[in-house]
């Protein structure tokens, strides 16, 4: 099922988010697992320039571009149709090798159209908040998920 089919009539949630690993033997990327969230936070990237101070150069130093570092990446108030993000979670809390994942953040419209993609590199959960449990409300499956990655791109439109 592809991501813009599964989250059909999820009209509240206006990020889709897809997470893939790399194809064996040179293939595609493979989709692991998907799901639609309410709220998306710390796309960004830092770069710290390094100044060089020049002898003789007395009116100042010249600026270089440094190391770029990236925040992490919070998505909440979410839904899945699977448990594979808290099983990714897990091998990675315990110890055990977990390969890292590629996401793709799908933003859409309020038509459900999609209105640009972010791209993640190398994405490591970090931090995993399930929703309260209560009878009587009718929250969602998973209330955080934290990401540190390696990268961030910006898709052209309708390309991903």
Known sequence: MSADA?????????????????????????????GAFAECTGLEATMEPKLIRAGGANYGATQRAGQ??????????????????????????????????????VVQDSAGQTALTWGLDRCLPVKFKAADLNAKGNEVGIEELHLAHEGLRLYDTGAA
């Open 68 to 105: 770029v570092s990236f925040a992490t990446v919070v998505l909440k108030r979410g839904m899945t149709r699977t448990r594979d993000l808290f099983r990714w979670f897990q091998l990675v809390g315990g110890g055990a090798y977990a390969y890292r994942l590629s996401a793709e953040i």
């Open 6 to 34: 599964a989250f059909i009539g999820l009209h509240v949630f206006r990020f889709a988010v897809t997470f893939k690993r790399a194809g064996s033997g040179g293939g595609g990327a493979v989709e692991v697992c998907s």
